[in-house]
């Protein structure tokens, strides 16, 4: 990897997400790459959900880190292959737990195989796995609506320690 | 290989008429929790559209823009199902006043998530590789809508009997549109013959069993279907999308090219 490349990526390094401070947007998988082309450097970032609003500003700060760094570089967005909650770094989940967000499970695909007809093919009933709670740890726990406090949480109660929190979905 | 621009708008066109239309809960939610569902349903919903329209607009060249595609097309332009214009309630003429029926809401999001989960799943191989990356995205989110409506839908249906019969006029309501999903549009059959799209009628047995299993588990009936099939498709809409649209493009048409 070329030193300027390295620059880059230690340039973005401190950036986090404008939501979820405690996790940086390479953690979080936003941050896809950083290349050197026969045209100029290039930063890859992929959004999160389509309409993410915090997408805007994750571009805002990149352009502004790299431009106070006084590095050249495009910022692409692409879309493909499409971001999944399971390029988050075993840290990550475990700063999303500590700052009160349950992490989430791995995907399981997005249900039967390709071109498998399937009724339920498309609706799970039960999460396969307990959500536990970011802060008793207990899996005595219920959701309380697909949509927290952003599109990519889901609201739950803690039937233990009786604390409501965000459960980050598995996408 | 050209991708039918027609094909995107119309894609584009459902997801952003839905989108603005469940945002009509934004702060009137039923409960909190489903305000902010709402809410974040339709933030993916404009989100798809968005990446919709910067395709077609990408594919049109000029001067095209998604928020032109957005803000600037008249209603008899517009290419979404006549489904996703139609207010949260019974029907009424387009000036009329009503309360917003959330089971209208719940019943609607649920039909066409339903058969969006599909089209997205057909899409992935779709051989514009832009709109195959769209539809993956789409995917994951449109499989939460589907959970969460399929789930109200069966709460609604399966408890008290003002909620069972609400969500059952929703359903006698909305069903009949659902019929326009299956007709194929020229927009439609130039995409399936570009290999750009894939064929919706193949998708029919499995929204079938999707829809079907998740009504009689909500206890409620499928009615028969006779009479009239929707063309919001090819343009011909109700009279609610021009009141629909009014409220969307207003801004954007007073102030062109504002920023905030
Ligand atoms: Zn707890």
């Known amino acids: ?171 | 290989m050209s991708t039918p621009i027609d094909y995107l708008l119309h894609l584009a066109d459902n997801a952003v008429v839905l989108g603005q239309r469940n945002a009509e809960w934004c702060g009137h939610g039923p409960i909190l929790e489903e305000d902010m569902a709402l809410a974040n349903v339709s933030l993916d919903l404009i989100g798809q559209a968005r990446l919709l329209y910067q395709r077609a607009a990408e594919l049109m060249g000029g001067d095209a823009t998604e928020d032109k595609l957005a803000y600037f097309r008249g209603p008899h332009e517009f290419r979404n199902y006549t489904l996703l214009e139609l207010p949260h309630h019974g029907a009424l003429v387009g000036y009329a006043a009503a309360d917003r029926d959330y089971a209208t809401t719940i019943v609607r999001n649920f039909l066409y998530s339903a058969l969006m989960v599909h089209v997205w799943d057909g899409l992935q191989q779709s051989a514009d590789p832009a709109l195959a990356a769209i539809a993956a995205k789409s995917l994951k989110e449109t499989s939460y809508h589907l959970h969460h409506s399929r789930d109200w839908l069966v709460r609604m249906g399966d408890g008290t009997e003002e909620s069972h019969a609400r969500a059952q006029a929703a359903v006698n309501h909305l069903m009949p549109y659902t019929e326009e999903f299956w007709t194929t549009s020229p927009a439609e059959g130039a995409a399936v013959a570009a290999k750009v799209a894939i064929d919706v009628w193949a998708l029919r047995p499995a929204w079938d069993a999707l829809v079907n299993d998740a009504l009689a588990e909500a206890t409620l009936t499928r009615p028969n279907f006779h009479g009239y099939i929707t063309e919001g498709k090819i343009g011909l809409h109700s009279e609610h999308l021009s009141y629909l649209l009014g409220e969307m493009q207003g801004l954007a048409r007073a102030h062109p090219g504002a920023t905030w």
């Open chain 1, 1 to 171: 990897m070329s030193s300027v490349v390295d620059k880059v990526w230690a340039t973005l390094e401190p950036l986090t997400d404008p939501e979820i401070p405690v996790v940086t947007l390479r953690e979080l998988g936003i941050l896809r790459d950083v290349r050197e082309t026969p045209t100029g450097l290039e930063v890859v970032i992929t959004p999160t959900y389509s309409g993410c609003p915090a997408m805007g500003q994750i571009e805002d700060d990149v352009r502004a880190s790299l431009e106070q760094a006084g590095i050249e570089a495009r910022v692409i967005t692409q879309l493909a292959p499409a971001w999944t909650t399971d390029w988050m770094s075993d840290e990550a989940k475990e700063k999303l737990r500590a700052y009160g967000i349950a992490p989430p499970h791995r995907t399981c695909g997005s249900g039967a195989g390709a071109g498998e007809v399937s009724v339920l093919k498309f609706v799970r009933r039960q999460p396969t796995e307990p959500v536990a709670c970011p802060q008793c740890g207990s899996t005595h726990t219920v959701v309380t609506s697909e949509f927290g406090s952003t599109a990519c949480k889901a609201l739950y109660k803690c039937l233990d320690c009786q604390e409501p929190f965000d459960y980050f979905k598995p996408y």
